[in-house]
């Protein structure tokens, strides 16, 4: 038996049941955190239509008193109707008396707008309304968003590597107060500069959380299960969604709603002092004595019975020799952190089934975000009089599809299952461009149906990468395919928040073509379903061998 069949055959022996609870529900609380993150900005950032207050000759800002125009107009006609405040979006010219940027105190506007009002019917304030982010500034709204996902490229791949090399609980562990700290900066800064570098801090840690925690239980999980709790995994992310959604609407200022959604952070931190180490990392490090210490535990934990070849493949355990430097070898560690970062990624490029996961897999993981953030962020464009339910019915769509897709990922598996949602999402939205914009309806049922196609792929997408590396990388690879998808995460405020304005057919050409392309590519990966999950390079190119005889042996059939 390889250290794959035996590792495999220890986590499959002591169960599953009540030891991986903290595994999960860290993970779902995890999942309960990001919608304020990743599409908060529907609600956070929300659009407000204002007015911009006119100057006088000599350059005085004319104020409106409300109660004088109505005094006025009762004195001269009795019974003539006085008409609201006309909001009509539209900045005047710009004044050459001020040029400040949008960080200093709120009720500065821009040149062109230096005093604004806004239509808090709806909306009492948002970022945008706060910094005033109109006229000129217009152009700094998708940079909030922007922060987010180029912080989490760097953050996950940070992640990545200290989670391979301190472990996942130590990293978990940093990158949770981290996300505290970034919350609470946000949540207080009075400039618009201090919000975006708090928001960096937020980026730069929520993807690591997301990606070392679900990583770390998928690892705890025993085969039989992994598919089936991944997939529902996904689903505490809907559900938040849409209790993220109920919440906004409740709580309508964007600093108390921030601070509220990040509540789960106070459970976490605790949470990750309390749980136990991955067994798979410790035998990779030479630990295996304390990954049979922790077997043991586990099954008497999960109150299962070890028959004799499983008793002896956790023995097993303490015999593998580590695949990294032990602790007490400064020499040998120092090269191999010299090897990881600087010549790693092109060592690993030396082995052809290792090579196409790490090229494939990020370019899949980039298209695929920049499709779904994108759909989620075209809210605005699509719907802008109710992003509250928008927001519901993304969620709600977003677990029916997890739900819906669960079956045919234990049935027709991970490749074929993403390749058929990615490119079915993407014909949809082409064929979005030829429906006429008097059929309303038709093209909420065809955005509809691409957002559940877009986020069924997501979450098949999201447990197939740490299926597909190795253990002793897969901490790092995910993080690799997590910075990827937060590229295309960048990229989609530009498309949704200034190209779209500018052309009407851009949004469903650009989001519809990146799903096509990305169902092309899924089919050049191995499947994963029902596999054990490979422990080193080795595993993975004797998967991609049994693949090859496997095709050969089906073409020599049907000829």
């Known amino acids: 038996m390889t250290q794959e069949d035996y590792i495999d055959e220890a986590i499959t022996g002591v169960g599953y049941g009540r030891w991986q609870f903290p595994f999960v529900s860290l993970t779902l609380l995890v999942h309960a955190v990001l919608p304020v993150h990743i599409v908060g900005s529907i609600l956070l950032s929300v659009p407000m239509d204002f007015r911009c207050t006119p100057m006088n000759t000599s350059g005085e800002i004319l104020t409106h ?21 006309i909001y009509d979006n539209k900045c005047g010219s710009p004044s050459h008396s001020s040029h400040d940027p949008p960080s200093l105190p709120r009720y500065v506007g821009p040149p062109s707008c230096l005093q604004v009002e806004y239509d808090t019917s709806v909306f009492p304030e948002s970022i945008i309304s706060e910094f005033n982010l109109i006229c000129e500034w217009e152009t700094l709204r998708p940079v909030f968003q922007m922060m987010y996902s180029l912080s989490a490229m760097v953050g996950s791949l940070l992640g990545g590597l200290l989670s391979d090399r301190c472990g996942r ?47 770390l239980a ?83 934990c999960n109150h299962a019975e070890l028959s004799p070849s499983v008793t002896s493949a956790i023995n097993k355990l303490k015999e593998i020799e580590p695949l990294v430097p ?64 928008y927001l519901a019915l993304w969620g709600v769509m977003e677990a029916i599809a997890i739900l819906l897709a669960t079956p045919f990922n234990i049935i027709l598996g991970r490749r074929i299952l993403c390749t058929l949602c990615l490119q079915l999402a993407g014909l949809l939205l082409i064929v979005d461009l030829l429906v ?88 050049l990966l191995p499947e994963t379903n029902n596999t054990p999950l490979p422990e080193t390079i080795e595993d993975v190119e004797k998967r991609r061998k049994t693949m090859s005889k496997r095709k050969r042996r089906m073409r020599q059939e049907e000829s």
């Open 169 to 215: 609980k130590r990293t978990m562990q940093l990158f949770s107060v981290v996300n505290l700290v970034g919350v609470v900066l946000m949540a207080t800064s009075p400039w618009y500069t201090g919000v975006l570098l708090a928001k960096l801090l937020v980026g730069g840690s929520c993807s690591p959380m997301l990606h070392v925690s679900f990583g």
């Open 65 to 85: 008193d409300r109660n004088q125009t109505i005094n006025a107009v009762t004195s001269n006609t009795l019974m003539m109707p006085v008409t609201e405040p």
């Open 326 to 389: 032990a602790a007490n070898d400064p020499g040998r560690r120092e090269i191999q952190t010299l090897c990881e970062g600087l010549q790693g990624w092109w060592e690993y490029l030396k082995f052809p089934g290792l090579r196409t996961i790490l090229l494939v897999t990020p370019l899949v993981w980039f298209l695929q975000g920049f499709v779904y953030l994108g759909l989620i962020l075209n809210a605005n464009n699509f719907t802008s009089n109710n992003p509250y339910e």
């Open 436 to 523: 006429p914009t008097g059929l309303q309806w038709a093209r909420w049922s065809l955005m509809m149906v691409a957002i559940l196609l877009a986020s069924a792929a997501f979450q098949v997408n999201f447990m197939y990468a740490p299926e597909l590396f190795p253990t002793v990388i897969r901490s790092r690879g995910c993080g690799l395919v997590s910075s990827a998808a937060n590229i295309g995460f960048t990229l989609s405020p530009i498309i949704t928040d200034l190209l779209a304005r500018q052309s009407w057919w851009v949004t469903s050409a650009a989001f519809g073509g990146a799903g096509i392309l990305a169902g092309l590519l899924v089919p």
């Open 218 to 300: 998928q690892e705890v999980i025993p085969r039989r299960f992994r598919t089936l709790t991944g997939m529902l995994i996904g689903t505490s992310y809907s559900v938040s969604t849409v209790m993220f959604s109920g919440l906004g609407y409740l709580v309508r200022q964007w600093r108390h709603l921030l601070l509220t959604s990040s509540s789960f952070l106070l459970i976490i931190i605790p949470l990750t002092c309390i749980m136990q180490e991955s067994p798979r990392w410790l035998v990779q490090r030479g630990r295996g004595e304390e990954a049979v210490n922790l077997l043991t535990t586990a099954a008497q």
